[in-house]
């Protein structure tokens, strides 16, 4: 058998010894002797070649250097050395080959092997034999071809592969383990050049990565202390690859020894080098710590929060995460809510306009934060329960972060019992105003990709805001849709978005419905070309107009004029079907016979007008069709045209009309057809005065007319005329009372446009007369005599009078509230004293009537056809309006004279000219109509009672008198649905009635 094949060396003066040198050298005479049994003469013949070879390949180079083969005393001892160890080896089964790169061939019982060996080392015959052997070793392993051998897995005698390899069974040697591991420690530096070029190669050509095997799961370790703190110097001084295998190799070298060494010497490491933090962290995880080291690792961990990569975030948290226990939750979930950091968070209004092109590198980064959160959240309750209780704490709103959001959303995404928590506590603290519209900006403006695998339960939770009765988180509810279908430009999402809102507007619950229309209606302002591809995900609204109440329908119809706007300006067919629609069920609507589907077709083509009627709207479309003003004008008229058959269809258009001049700004031609129409008025319902006197007293259905309430006297040049209208024989004349107040309105509204706010035009309407019945019908003896007819002329004259006045406080009461410029001062002191005379008119003008329909039941018409204020919120209640004013005053008054006890009694500085409320300066009036001093009020009949007692008297069905004013008009309130309301702006009277208290 040939081992060594004669070769010709590139370097004469590193020629290795020939093989007959190596074969007949002492040395192998010696292990001959020595081992010389039959069945060990393979393994002998073997290990005397191995022998020869290396002391060649390492002897041989101090030979050579001394001339002719003529070897060194060191070279000597170290031929022997590596004899020793072939020969133990030899011994104990072992055949080192040297042929090509063939490893060492084992036993197959391996546990006999070690003991063979152990005992031969632990032998207290040869105290030398364990350096030896060890000397030998080191010596054979100089080659790096034998290095290799001997670290790759061994084969079987038989041939067959076998998993482990020499040095790792050395390894489990008890003598010389500790002398191996630091030999192989020493040698693992030699090979970091390599590293940087070793990546990609396989195991078996990777000698460093081959060492590091060597130390995995030894069955135990002699002295482990020793070892960890070698291996911890080279772990510290090895490359970056090298390094993070080691380090992630760790639990599995050291077990359950030294521990504490080992995380003191990796936290050094991590503040070194940070990019080490994901092996350090998954070797922190697989150590069995104690409670004490747990607890330093943790911190360790959440220093580490501010300074770590993007990329290793999510490693970092999920480790914390996973680490918590119930003393250490709230401390980790805190730390993370305060350092963690969003690479993404930035200005929505910025990535919309598109000045972050290169973005979101950063988003999958953000994107594996949160699935490391929620993996961490879905199976620990404990750590949903302290991020809830963490967020409960939070009261301020400068103190809450875009990841509680997220933290809400990730433990709501993951369902179970603690959702209905999480939608509580958003809920609260929107409504405590802890979270704002900005945090849900930052949360999702920008960030689609961050957000798209959520975009369902931010839907959902869409849906619950919108349900709340809470105002403030329905906002916040439409401020999320609106943020999502802006996001999601996608026609799934968008359509998702869409079909959630008419959910709402399907439930029926007005509060829902209303948000849900107002959501519609913010889309369709800002992103109408976006939804008309889409409409016929919400046109299936039209079909139930019926089913909404007078606010909702504005609402409904505002959207799809929006949307039939943007539709008719593209020639698209598709597009022109939308207006084509909305245009054909309103005309339907405006001729039906039905009243309440008349009063839808006037509802929507108002809104329809303000569209089309706007001053910011195109002037015309394409070239076939009219000009947007043209269709405005002749759904005008096409309105008023069906209205003015039905009194209250025709209010109805008129209150709209208000309101359309209220919210918008119309173009000139629109402005110039309502004011034509307005101007009707003052023929319709005004007659001249001679003088301040009516120029011929005719009686009208037997009643005699006079002035009542003329706040002007004899300078008044106009008189409205009530009674005549009622009393005419002409239906339409007489129906024409119930628009009196709707048609007067729309005259002052389109005045106080045309004149900046001022109604100096029309401000002898203020004071003017009224012609009604002569006061002394309202004796009990004059009432009798009347016919049921005429009793019913007088109510409906009392009626007409009160819903003046009415609307005669909401109209000039703005010449007060508001900052008018062109109003003197004198002017606004003279307006507040007839506005306050009038409020005594109204509150003994109701009492009358009151009075009158306890002695003549019968139903009032109607002034006013829903109740829905145009200009602001209504003055309506339970309580009637006079009472409501009064027991204001009185309030004041109880106020006033807790803190100041000299306001009340005969202190008051004023003595008996102070009115101490409303109510004793009502009475005053009443009296003073009674003596005749109430410019133009009627007088109250009295022979028998005086003052004092007439104030306190009940009224008699035979014999109306006396009326008590300060009684609540209880069969008035029954139907005061039909009167016209009183905004809250005419309260504002009541801040000028404590200084003029006798105007």
């Not at 080392?121 to 051998?149: C, W």
């Not at 506590?425 to 960030?447: H, M, P, R, S, W």
């Not at 005309?587 to 569209?611: C, H, P």
């Amino acid at each position: 058998m040939v081992f060594l094949k004669r070769t010709i060396p590139a370097n004469p003066k590193k020629r290795p010894a020939t093989p007959s040198e190596n074969i007949h050298s002492p040395v192998a005479v010696a292990s001959v002797a020595t081992l010389g049994s039959d069945r060990h003469r393979n393994a002998t013949f073997s290990a005397a070649a191995v022998a020869a070879a290396t002391t060649g390949s390492v002897g041989g180079i101090v030979g050579n250097a001394k001339g002719k083969g003529v070897r060194g005393t060191e070279g000597d001892d170290e031929e022997q050395d590596v004899s020793v160890m072939v020969s133990l080896l030899a011994e104990a089964g072992c055949t080192l080959r040297v042929s090509g790169d063939t490893p060492p061939s084992l036993p197959a019982d391996s546990h006999k092997f070690r003991r063979h060996i152990d005992t031969r080392l632990s032998s207290v015959e040869d105290p030398s034999i364990v350096p030896r052997f060890l000397s030998g070793f080191s010596s054979y392993i100089q080659s790096p071809q034998n290095f290799r051998r001997v670290l790759i897995p061994a084969n079987h005698d038989s041939g067959s592969s076998w998993g482990e390899s020499l040095v790792r069974v050395l390894l489990l040697v008890a003598p010389i383990q500790s002398q191996m591991l630091n030999l192989l420690l020493e040698k693992l530096p030699e090979h970091f050049n390599a590293d940087a070029a070793c990546v990609g190669r396989s195991l078996k050509d990777d000698i460093a990565r081959l060492i590091v095997n060597q130390l995995r799961w030894l069955d135990f370790l002699v002295d482990s202390g020793s070892f960890v703190e070698k291996l911890m110097e080279v772990l510290s001084i090895s490359p970056p690859g090298l390094k993070k295998e080691l380090i992630g190799s760790l639990p599995e070298i050291i077990g359950d020894k030294c521990h504490s060494t080992v995380v003191s010497a990796l936290e050094k490491m991590l503040l070194e080098d940070s990019d080490v933090i994901v092996p350090v962290l998954d070797s922190f995880t697989a150590l069995n710590l104690d409670e004490q080291l747990q607890e330093q690792v943790v911190t360790i961990a959440l220093s580490r929060i501010r300074t770590v990569n993007g990329e290793h975030m999510p490693h970092l948290l999920r480790f914390l995460l996973l680490s918590t226990t119930p003393a250490n939750a709230g401390r980790i979930i805190s730390q993370i809510r305060d350092q963690l950091k969003f690479v993404g968070v930035m200005d929505p209004y910025s990535v919309r306009n598109n000045k972050f092109k290169g973005k979101f590198s950063a988003q999958s980064t953000e994107v594996s934060i949160l699935d490391a959160l929620r993996s961490s959240l879905r199976f620990k309750n404990i750590l949903c329960e302290a991020v809830l209780k963490v967020l409960k704490s939070i009261d301020q709103p400068r103190n809450h972060k875009v990841i509680d959001l997220w933290f809400l959303m990730l433990i709501y995404k993951n369902g179970g019992s603690l959702q209905k928590d999480t939608q509580k506590i958003l809920k609260k603290k929107i409504v405590d105003g802890c979270f704002c519209e900005a945090l849900f900006d930052q949360c999702i403006a920008g960030n689609q990709e961050l957000v798209k695998d959520y975009f369902p339960s931010f839907v959902s939770l869409s849906e619950y805001l919108l349900t709340c009765k809470e105002k403030q988180a329905r906002k916040f509810g439409i401020h999320l849709y609106t943020l999502l279908f802006v996001e999601f430009k996608d026609t799934y999402s968008r359509q998702e978005v869409l079909g959630a809102l008419v959910t709402h507007i399907g439930s029926g619950i007005a509060h829902e419905v209303c948000s849900a229309l107002e959501t519609l209606i913010l889309l369709t302002m800002r992103y109408t070309e976006d939804l008309i591809p889409i409409s016929s995900h919400i046109s299936g609204i039209l079909d139930y107009l019926e089913c909404f109440q007078e606010d909702n329908l504005h609402k409904v119809y505002e959207v799809f004029s929006r949307l039939a706007l943007a539709a008719r300006s593209r020639a698209e067919t598709i597009r022109s079907s939308i207006a084509n629609e909305v245009l054909m069920i309103i005309r339907k609507q405006v001729s039906n016979a039905d009243m309440m589907y008349r009063k839808m077709g006037v509802i929507g083509a108002l809104k329809v007008v303000s569209t089309l009627g706007d001053v910011n709207a195109p002037l015309s479309f394409f070239s076939s069709q009219k000009s947007n003003s043209d269709d405005a004008l002749e759904l005008l008229q096409m309105s008023l045209d069906s209205c003015k058959l039905v009194p209250l269809t025709l209010i109805l258009f008129y209150d709209e009309l208000v309101a359309l001049l209220e919210g918008s700004v119309l173009k000139p031609e629109i402005i110039e057809w309502i004011g034509k129409h307005a101007s009707e008025f003052e023929p319709m319902f005004l007659s001249d005065l001679e003088g301040g006197q009516l120029p011929l007293s005719v009686p009208c259905d037997g009643i005699e007319g006079e002035l009542w309430i003329n706040l002007d006297g004899d300078a008044s040049p106009i008189v409205l005329k009530i009674l005549p209208l009622l009393s005419s024989s002409l239906q339409q004349q007489s129906d024409s009372l119930q628009i009196l107040p709707s048609q007067f309105l729309l005259l002052s509204v389109v005045e106080r446009l045309s004149n900046q706010g001022s109604l100096g035009g029309i401000d002898a309407l203020l004071g003017c007369p009224l012609h009604l019945p002569s006061p002394r019908y309202l004796s009990g003896v004059h009432w009798k005599k009347l016919t049921e007819k005429q009793k019913h002329i007088v109510c409906f004259s009392l009626f007409y009078a009160v819903n003046w006045i009415r609307e005669l406080l909401n109209a000039f009461s703005s010449q007060v509230v508001d900052k008018i410029e062109n109003v003197t001062p004198n002017t606004k002191e003279e307006t507040v004293k007839k506005l306050l005379k009038r409020l005594r008119n109204l509150v003994v003008m109701e009492s009358i009537l009151d009075a009158f329909l306890k002695a003549c039941p019968l139903s009032l018409p109607e002034v006013c056809c829903y109740s829905r204020d145009q200009f602001g919120p209504i003055f309506r209640g339970k309580k009637s309006s006079e009472r409501v004013l009064s027991e204001d005053i009185l309030a004041k008054k109880k106020k006033k004279q807790k803190t100041d006890p000299s306001a009340s009694g005969n202190s008051c500085p004023y003595g008996k000219l102070r009115q101490p409320t409303i109510i004793d300066a009502l009475k005053k009036a009443v009296q003073a109509s009674q003596e005749g001093l109430n410019e133009g009020s009627p007088r109250f009949l009295s022979r028998e009672k005086t003052p004092q007692r007439a104030e306190h008297c009940t009224i008699d069905v035979d014999e109306i008198e006396v009326v008590d004013i300060s009684a609540e008009p209880k069969i008035l309130e029954a139907q005061r649905s039909k009167f016209r309301p009183l905004n809250v702006d005419s309260l504002s009277l009541l801040s000028f009635s404590e200084r003029c208290l006798l105007c």
